[in-house]
């Protein structure tokens, strides 16, 4: 069983599409987060949500809107794609006492 | 501010060999962790090892170990008897204990190939 389950895996769209990335745990863990990987690999934390709520918001656009129905759900909502929106989306999730963050397959975006 | 930096971009190590990957890091806080992943070209992260800023023992897990020198502040990731499966990018990442958002820094990563 997969402890943390993003889809699609990839998804390729037009500028100015709306898109959405849903990620699931079954860890039960309290803590989720969205990290952004670039084209030179480098991982940047968005969002991190814990128990539902939103924990914090790194500087991302309004563009992207994450909801949390439930502790083991944290779907990733991006309106009016850009072209620099293009990259490597990886949700984690992590849980007491060790707070190891595991991490999802990543989700490959982009946008033409 | 928190820090992680790999001075390693690309690394080559022959198969069986031992390899060590470089990781420091900056932080003004008393209680973190730190932490390996490793990104094989399939494109997952997989988590390695932890290892805590209390924890008196470097941490081991299987072939991996973290060489912890609190004074230095690094963290190099040790990997003993290297496989092909090893090649991959690894990232040195560290986390605030104190930061409720439990958030990741991570460095550049390093990329290294296990050559046969």
């Known amino acids: 069983d997969t402890a943390v389950s993003q889809t699609p895996k990839y998804l390729v769209t037009q500028m100015g599409n709306d898109k959405s990335i849903k990620c699931e745990q079954n860890l039960g863990h309290d803590t989720m987060y969205w990290y952004k990987q670039d084209s030179k690999k480098f991982l940047k934390i968005m969002f991190s949500?814990?128990?539902?709520?939103?924990?914090i918001n790194e500087t991302v656009p309004n563009r992207f809107s994450p909801k949390s129905p439930d502790k083991a759900h944290l779907n990733l909502h991006i309106n009016s794609l850009e072209l620099g929106d293009s990259a490597v989306y990886f949700c984690?999730?992590?849980?007491?006492?060790?707070?190891?963050?595991?991490f999802g397959a990543g989700t490959r975006l982009s946008v033409l | 501010a928190q820090k992680i930096t790999q001075t390693q971009p690309g690394m080559f190590v022959q198969e069986k060999e031992a390899v060590t990957l470089d990781c420091t890091y900056d932080t003004s806080d008393p209680s973190y962790g730190l932490f390996w992943y490793k990104q094989p070209s399939s494109g997952e992260m997989i988590f390695l090892i932890y290892q805590g800023s209390y924890d008196q023992q470097n941490a081991t897990e299987g072939r991996y170990s973290l060489n912890f020198q609190k004074a230095r502040k690094s963290a190099n990731l040790v990997i003993s008897a290297s496989q092909l499966g090893d090649s991959a990018m690894y990232f040195c990442a560290m986390r605030d204990v104190m930061d409720s958002s439990y958030k990741l820094i991570f460095g550049s990563g390093t990329r290294l190939l296990v050559r046969p």
């Open positions: 984690a999730s992590s849980g007491q006492p060790s707070n190891i963050q595991y």
């Open positions: 949500y814990n128990n539902k709520e939103l924990i």
